[in-house]
C-alpha cells in the first residue's frame, strides 16, 4: 500500500508530449502516446515515431525513470513560501511545480508583497530542505557575481541569451554556482524543447551514461530534440568512462556540462576538454555574497536592522501572534566574509543560525526570561559565527586548495620564510587537514631540501610523523618541525645527484654495463672459476688509500654530483 503511494508520488516526464505523469502511468502511456501520436497528447507537438521501443524502465538502482527524464525535478512545494500579505503567497503550484511566487527575490513582480515572518512559521520554512537548495536561482537575473564569464557582453551570455549552448566544463570551488548555472542554462533552454539530463558521477555507473546517449540518440533522430548532459564532479569519472560520451559530444548527440571543482587538465580527458569550453568561476566576492544572503533574508520574511537601529518593536505587517525575527546588517556582512565565496555554506550558516535562535526563542516563551522577549528574535553577528562550520569554511581538504597549501608551505619553507610557513601549516591544520599528510611531506622535505646539510632533519621529520599518532593535537609538534626545517641549512646535493644518476640511467642507449667481474661476491667454486671477485682489493687490508673502481668501466670518472666527467 505505502509502495503504491510512494510510487503515485514519483513523476516523471513523457519523452513524448512533456507531461508529467505518475510513475506507475507512464509506461501505459507511453505506448498510447506513441501509438496514436503526440496529437493525442494534450501539449503533444511532435510526429509519430515508429517505435515502441522507449519504454521507461527503472534504473538498477535508482528510486525511478527520472534519471533520465527529470528536467531538474522540482521537490513538491520546491520553493518557499512566505506568510505575509502577499498575494499568492504560499500557494503551491500543481504537480508539485515551485508555488506561486510572492517576492520579487522569487520571481513576483516587484512590491507585490511585504514579507515579515514570525519565529514558528520560519522554522517550519527552514525545516527539512536546506535553504541553498531551496534559494536557487532560476535565471540569470538572480545569479550574482562571476561577471568575468557571465556579464554583460561575454561570449557566454550572449551564446545563453541565443539559446545556444556549447559544451563546457565550468570549474570552481564549492558553492561558487556550477551546479546553480547549469541549472539555469536547462531552464532556459526548456523553452525550445531541449532536453536537460543531470546525473553526478559519483553515483552514475557508465551504464547510466550509456542509457542517457541511447536515449539522447533517439530523441534526436525521432523528434530532432537536443539533449543536454549535465555532470556534476566530472573528474570523479575515470578516463575511460569520460571517453564513453566523447564520441556523441564529438558528433552533437549530446551538448555536455560538466562540473569540477578539480583542475580539468589533470582531471579531464584531453580530448574532451579540447571539444569543450572550460569556463572558471571564481569564488564569489564578498558583494555577491551579500547580495545572495540579503535575497535569502528576504524571501524568509526576516529583517534586518540596520547599524544603529535597535531592535525593539514588532515587525510592522506581522499578522502573526508570533515573535518576529530580526538579523542584525553586520551578521550579514560577516557572515558573507567568513564563508570565504562558498554561497552554500553562506547560506546554510544563516539558515543554522536562525533556526537555533528560533528554536531558543520557542523554548524561552515556555520558560520567560531566557533571550527571547516578545519583541522578537533577534540573531546577531556571534550567532552567525556559531552557525558556521570553521573547517568548511577555510579550507576545502579534498579540492585544489589542498595541493596548493601544501606546494606553499613547501615553497615557504625552501625559502626559509618561518612566518609564512606557519601560516600554511595553520591553514591547513585549522581547516581539518589530516596531519599525516603534513608530515608525510615533512619527511619528504628533510631529505630532499635539506640533506646533508642538517641530517638531523629527516630524524626531526620522522620523530614529529611518529608523534603524530601518539597525540590528538599535533599542530605544536608539525609547528616546531615546520620552524626547525625553515630555519635549516638546506642541501639539494644528494637529491640533485640522485636525479643525475636517474636520467643517466634512463639515457643509456643498449644493455646496461655488466657489474665489473673484481665487484662480485663469489660464493661457490664455478663464480670462482668464472673470474668473479678476481683482482678485488679489501680496503683494510691497505694502509693506503685503495685504487680501485668501483663503477662500470664505461662510465669511469664519472661525478654525479657535478653532472658530468671529472
Ligand atoms: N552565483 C550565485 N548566485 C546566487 N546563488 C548562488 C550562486 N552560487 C551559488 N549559489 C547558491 O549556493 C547554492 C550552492 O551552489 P551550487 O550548488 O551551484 O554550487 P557548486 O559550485 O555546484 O558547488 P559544488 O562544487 O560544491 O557542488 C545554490 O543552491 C544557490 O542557492
Ligand atoms: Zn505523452
Redesign the pocket.
Known amino acids: 500500500m505505502e509502495e503504491v503511494e510512494a510510487q503515485e508520488s514519483l513523476r516523471v516526464r513523457c519523452p513524448v508530449c512533456l507531461r508529467e505523469l505518475p510513475e506507475s502511468r507512464i509506461n501505459n502511456h507511453l505506448d498510447r502516446c506513441l501509438q496514436q501520436g503526440a496529437g493525442s497528447c494534450e501539449a503533444g507537438e511532435y510526429p509519430q515515431p515508429s517505435s515502441k521501443k522507449m519504454r521507461l524502465s527503472r534504473p538498477p538502482n535508482g528510486p525511478a525513470a527520472t534519471l533520465v527524464f527529470s528536467l531538474f525535478h522540482k521537490g513538491r512545494g520546491g520553493g518557499l513560501s512566505v506568510v505575509g500579505r502577499g498575494r499568492g503567497a504560499g500557494t503551491p503550484g500543481k504537480d508539485g511545480e515551485s508555488p506561486g511566487p510572492c517576492c520579487p527575490e522569487l520571481g513576483a513582480a516587484p512590491g507585490s508583497c511585504v514579507p515579515t515572518l514570525s519565529g514558528e512559521s520560519l522554522a517550519q520554512k527552514l525545516e527539512g530542505k ?8 532560476d535565471t540569470l537575473r ?5 561577471t568575468q564569464v557571465l556579464g554583460e557582453q561575454t561570449l557566454l551570455r550572449s551564446l545563453l541569451e541565443a539559446h545556444e549552448i556549447p559544451s563546457v566544463i ?1 570549474w ?12 539555469i542554462i536547462a531552464n532556459n533552454s526548456k523553452k525550445n524543447g531541449t532536453r536537460f539530463v543531470p546525473l553526478s558521477a559519483t553515483s552514475a555507473k557508465t551504464n547510466d551514461v550509456g542509457d542517457v546517449i541511447k536515449q539522447a540518440q533517439n530523441e534526436k533522430r525521432l523528434f530532432k530534440r537536443k539533449t543536454i548532459l549535465f555532470i ?2 566530472i573528474h570523479r569519472f575515470n578516463k575511460s568512462q569520460q571517453d564513453t560520451f566523447l564520441p556523441h559530444v564529438e558528433c552533437g548527440t549530446v551538448t555536455l556540462i560538466g ?3 578539480e583542475n580539468p587538465s589533470f582531471q579531464v580527458n584531453s580530448a574532451l576538454l579540447s571539444r569543450c569550453r572550460v569556463i572558471v ?1 571564481e569564488k ?1 566576492s564578498v558583494e ?1 555574497m551579500e ?2 544572503l540579503m ?1 535569502a533574508v528576504k524571501s524568509l520574511g526576516v529583517q534586518v536592522l540596520g547599524q544603529d537601529e535597535q531592535h525593539t518593536g514588532s515587525a510592522n505587517g506581522s499578522e502573526s501572534s508570533e515573535a518576529p525575527v530580526f538579523i542584525e546588517k553586520k551578521a550579514l556582512s560577516t557572515l558573507a566574509y567568513l564563508c570565504d565565496g ?3 555554506s ?2 546554510n550558516g544563516l539558515q543554522l543560525a536562525i533556526q537555533a535562535r528560533v528554536t531558543a526563542g520557542r523554548a524561552s516563551h515556555q520558560s520567560p526570561g531566557q533571550g527571547c522577549s516578545s519583541n522578537g528574535i533577534l540573531v546577531t553577528e556571534d550567532h552567525v559565527k556559531e552557525g558556521l562550520q570553521r573547517s568548511h569554511i577555510l579550507y576545502d581538504r579534498a579540492g585544489e586548495e589542498h595541493y596548493n597549501c601544501i606546494s606553499a608551505l613547501h615553497k615557504s619553507m625552501r625559502g626559509s620564510d618561518e612566518n609564512a610557513s606557519l601560516y600554511w601549516l595553520a591553514r591547513m591544520l585549522e581547516g581539518g587537514e589530516d596531519p599525516l599528510y603534513v608530515a608525510r611531506r615533512l619527511v619528504r622535505f628533510a631529505s630532499e631540501d635539506i640533506g646533508l646539510a642538517d641530517p638531523l632533519a629527516l630524524t626531526q621529520a620522522v620523530a614529529a610523523y611518529q608523534g603524530c599518532h601518539f597525540i590528538g593535537m599535533p599542530e605544536f609538534l608539525l609547528a616546531q618541525c615546520v620552524v626547525y626545517f625553515a630555519r635549516a641549512p638546506k642541501s639539494i646535493e644528494v637529491y640533485g645527484a640522485y636525479n643525475n644518476v636517474k636520467a643517466c640511467l634512463r639515457n643509456h642507449q643498449g644493455p646496461l654495463p655488466p657489474v665489473p667481474l673484481h665487484l662480485r661476491n663469489a660464493p661457490t667454486r664455478l663464480m670462482k672459476d668464472l673470474g668473479y671477485g678476481k683482482g678485488y682489493k679489501y680496503n683494510p687490508m691497505y694502509k693506503e688509500p685503495v685504487e680501485q673502481a668501483y663503477l662500470p668501466k664505461e662510465l669511469e670518472g664519472m661525478d654525479f654530483f657535478k653532472g658530468r666527467r671529472m
Open positions: 536546506p535553504l541553498a537548495d531551496k534559494l536557487r536561482p538572480d545569479f550574482m557575481g562571476q565550468l570552481g570551488p564549492p558553492g561558487c554556482g556550477k551546479t546553480t548555472l547549469a541549472h556534476d564532479e562540473a569540477t571543482t568561476l564569489l555577491a547580495a545572495i535575497r562558498d554561497a552554500r553562506g547560506l
